[in-house]
Structures are given as structure tokens and as C-alpha cells.
């Protein structure tokens, strides 16, 4: 018997079709990985399995039964849990105290207490090492340790099990280090009898974790087949895409200019020198949390005033650092534009719409009006539309803190394609990344440890085993 089944569902937001006639079943005991394009109703599908979107149409059945009425209360008295893709944490909350929302059965004086040492041993399950303050206010955790207190979160277990865990672009933020922490654990958790659904960009990771992999494309599913039945390169060709690898590039030694330089005045550093110029894409690596984010930050309201350069930049965190959300998609486009928009001080609506609608259909934003709200886009078409907004710019030099969190596959490699052409005409790219393959794009790689840069790496030196190597 499954844990939960959908037949038949859809989901309608007007006209916009957001699912289209799914069936999907759960059983015990197993991972199923969960693959398409940005826009294609993955998200749609998980909030309607966790209870917390109403479908408009179809029959859901738990445990066999059908349920009057489905809700994430519901679901949560199932064991039923969610990680979503933005994530859900109370930012003026300690760890401690956003694991006592999950579980009511803490309570009486010792709540607090008990809830620490919830919270503490699945952390310590999943990501050993962690070093999280667990009665720190979520909001000055870094990024990546965000994810795994909401990770670490919906594993906890008091009064009901954890039967379904729903991990939606869960290892986005992480690096490659705590990411194989966390799938030895789904793979621990599945064979104890947990079940999980698992969603992610990183094809390899679905296939890793999973025994089935469901694609889905335009609303619908269109493939559910067994793992063992698959590999990367079919389950892109099942998604729909095609795309070709970005070419290799030569930056010719008389182009160079160096805009940007760093020096550090320390005996002790083992590197002393940042350097980034013209033509160029420079990658930051390292384990994350290693002083990557407040090296960017240096350089985007320090260093870059140094130089008569432009600068744009592109947020990982989108919520935090990227999106305006009370705005349309167009404004959150062209707004890093405006100076050139702008006629005797007034924004020109027209070529506003125009740039807006030109970066719509070049880098694939999945709406049918740029007038629509930003939060009307999926998490990879928002990222996308910061993509959007800086290439759009006048701007020398773009600054991307791992800037394709929960983007598609076939726009990564279109957004990969895109960047060494605008640098190809004289652009410079500052690029941190979580992600080891796409530091392979970069001229050089400076890796950073505990703050410092410790290793340059030219790019025919950057690989995976030279990069872990120098994170620790």
C-alpha cells in the first residue's frame, strides 16, 4: 500500500496551468527522485503532497484511505514533512526555538531543553561537524547553515515518526562536503524504512540517492522509471534538453587589465594576492563558510569603489539579498537599469517593458507576463531574473555568489555559455560556488580556508581532488 497517492490532480491558477492530470504514488522504503525544467509544477506537486496548497481538481488518498479534507496538519499527523525550496525557518528565532514549532509535544518547563537535545543529535547525525549555535537567531546563520537546521528539522521525531520526507532543491546551499553527509543519511533513512522525495537540479545526486526518478515536463509527468534503468545523460534527453557544452576560451595576454587586486598585509597568509581583471572568470572555491561571502561583500562595497568600473551582482540567497517582492518582474529586471532608462528623470515604461521582455525570452524566464509578480515565478525562474537583471546592466564586473541555487540543468548551461561570452567582449566575472563543475568554467580559482585564500589554481590545475585538497 502507498503513503500517499494523486490521481488525476491539477492545479490552476487562472488560466496557467501549474499541474495538468498527475498521478503519483509513495511507498515505504523508498527514495524517488523528482527531475524537470524550472516551471515544469515540481514545487506545485510538493506543496499539494505536504498540505499546504489545495489542488483544484483530483483525489488524493492516505494510506489507502481518502481523507475529507488535506492540510499540513494533516499531513504532519502522518509523518508527513516537507524541506521546502524557500525556506520556511523563523528568522527572528533561535534553532531551538523553530524546532518547537514542529513539535507541540515539547512542552512544560523543560521544552527548551528537550528541544536542544532534539535538535543537536540530528544535527550531529546528519552534518557531523556542523558548528551551529543552536540558540543563535536563525538570521545571523549563514546560508548554507540555514539549510541544515531546516534539514536537520523535519528529521527530528517526538510524538509521531517521520514517514515521508519531502526534500525539495535540499543540498542547494550546501557544499560538497555536507552534501555527501546528507545523502549517506537519506540513504541510511530509506533503509530503515523511511520514504523520501527527492528533488534537485544535480542529476547526479537524484541518481545517487534514488530508486525510481519521475520527470516531469510541462505540468505532467512524462517518464517514471528505475534508477538502475538510467543515467545523466537520458534523463536530460527525458526532460526535453539539448544543449551543447560552452567552449573552451583563451584570454590572449595583451587583453588583460587588471581592475580589481586585493593584497592582504600578513606574514602569515599563505596567499597574498587577489587579482581579477578584463576577459576574465574568476572562481572562488573552498568549503562553504570559509569566508567566500564576506570576501564578496568586500569587494562589491569596498574594493570595486577603487576602480571606475561598474559593478552588478547576482544573490545566491535570493529572499535576502536579491528579490523585491512586492515588484513585478519587470521592475526587478531592469531596475539595475534605470540610469539608462531614464529620460529628465522619469523611468521610460516602454523600454522598460522592452529590456524586460528581451531577457524574458533570452535566458528562458517561464511566465506569461512580465507583469506578473516576482513571486508568481518558481525559485529557479526568480534566479533567473536576478541573472537576467545584471547581465541587462552596463556593468564591467558581475559579482555572483553561487548564483544558480536551483536553476535547471539546460539553463545552467546556457547561463554557463552566456557568461564566457560576455566575457569573450570584455567582461569580468567574480564567481563563488558550491558546486565543484562549474568552477571549471573559471580562469583561475582562488580557494579559500578559515577566511584566507590559501591556493591559487590556474585552469587547467582545477579539479575536484585539488580543490578538496586545499579546503583542508
Known amino acids: 500500500m502507498s503513503l ?9 491558477y487562472g488560466a496557467v496551468k501549474a499541474l495538468a492530470g498527475v498521478d503519483i504514488d509513495i511507498y515505504p522504503g523508498e527514495c524517488v527522485g523528482l527531475v524537470g525544467h524550472n516551471g515544469a509544477g515540481k514545487s506545485t506537486l510538493t506543496q499539494i503532497l505536504a498540505g499546504t496548497l489545495a489542488r483544484t481538481h483530483g483525489s488524493l488518498h492516505l494510506n489507502g484511505e481518502t ?58 547525525n546528519i552534518f557531523p561537524g556542523h558548528g551551529i549555535a543552536l540558540g543563535a537567531n536563525v538570521e545571523s546563520l549563514s546560508l548554507v547553515k540555514r539549510q541544515m537546521v531546516e534539514i536537520a528539522r ?12 519531502i526534500l525539495d532543491e535540499p543540498t542547494s546551499s550546501l557544499d560538497a562536503t555536507a552534501t555527501n553527509q546528507f545523502l549517506r543519511f537519506i540513504k541510511q533513512f530509506v533503509a530503515d524504512g523511511g520514504s523520501c522525495l527527492f528533488i534537485s537540479h544535480i542529476l547526479q545526486e537524484v541518481l545517487e540517492v534514488s530508486q525510481r ?26 526532460m526535453g534538453d539539448v544543449t551543447a557544452e560552452a567552449t573552451e576560451r583563451h584570454v590572449p595576454t595583451e587583453q588583460r587589465e587588471v581592475w580589481l587586486t586585493v593584497k592582504r598585509h600578513d606574514d602569515q597568509a599563505e596567499f597574498a594576492e587577489f587579482v581579477a581583471g578584463a576577459y576574465e572568470i574568476i572562481g572562488l572555491g573552498g568549503l562553504a563558510g570559509h569566508g567566500q561571502d564576506a570576501f564578496l561583500r568586500s569587494l562589491l ?115 554557463y555559455a552566456m557568461i564566457q561570452a560576455e566575457a569573450k567582449r570584455g567582461r569580468c566575472f ?38 578538496i585538497a586545499s579546503s583542508f
Open 67 to 124: 481523507p475529507a479534507a488535506y492540510n499540513a496538519r494533516l499531513a504532519s499527523e502522518h509523518g508527513i514533512r516537507c524541506v521546502f525550496q524557500e525556506l520556511s525557518l523563523c528568522p527572528n528565532l533561535s534553532v531551538i526555538e523553530n524546532t518547537r514549532i514542529m513539535h507541540p509535544a515539547l512542552s512544560g518547563l523543560r521544552w527548551r531543553r528537550n528541544a536542544k537535545t532534539l535538535i543537536q543529535t540530528c544535527l550531529d
Open 213 to 238: 526518478v519521475i520527470v516531469m515536463r510541462d505540468a505532467k509527468i512524462i517518464a517514471d522509471r528505475p534508477t538502475d534503468s538510467l543515467e545523466k545523460g537520458s534523463l536530460i534527453a527525458l
Open 4 to 12: 500517499i497517492s494523486l490521481r488525476e490532480t491539477t492545479k490552476h
Open 430 to 467: 567574480v564567481w563563488y560556488s558550491t558546486e565543484t563543475e562549474e568552477l571549471f568554467y573559471c580562469d583561475r580559482v582562488y580557494v579559500f580556508r578559515n577566511g584566507n585564500i590559501v591556493t591559487m589554481l590556474e585552469r587547467h590545475e582545477v579539479n575536484e581532488a585539488s580543490i
Open 301 to 415: 562595497l569596498e574594493h570595486a569603489k577603487t576602480t571606475q568600473k561598474k559593478v552588478a551582482f547576482v544573490a545566491g540567497d535570493r529572499q535576502r539579498d536579491g528579490i523585491f517582492p512586492l515588484w513585478s518582474i519587470t521592475k526587478n529586471v531592469s531596475i539595475r537599469s534605470y540610469p539608462r532608462l531614464q529620460n529628465k528623470g522619469f523611468v521610460n515604461a516602454q523600454q522598460e517593458v522592452s529590456l524586460a521582455k528581451t531577457w524574458q525570452k533570452e535566458i528562458g524566464i517561464r511566465t506569461q507576463n512580465v507583469y506578473n509578480n516576482i513571486l508568481s515565478l518558481s525559485g529557479g525562474n526568480q534566479q533567473k531574473t536576478l541573472f537576467a537583471r545584471a547581465l541587462a546592466s552596463d556593468a564591467d564586473i558581475i559579482i555572483m555568489d553561487d548564483p544558480l541555487r536551483g536553476v535547471d540543468v539546460g539553463t545552467k548551461h546556457d547561463i
Open 154 to 165: 523535519a528529521f527530528t521525531v517526538t510524538d509521531t515518526p517521520a514517514k515521508l520526507i
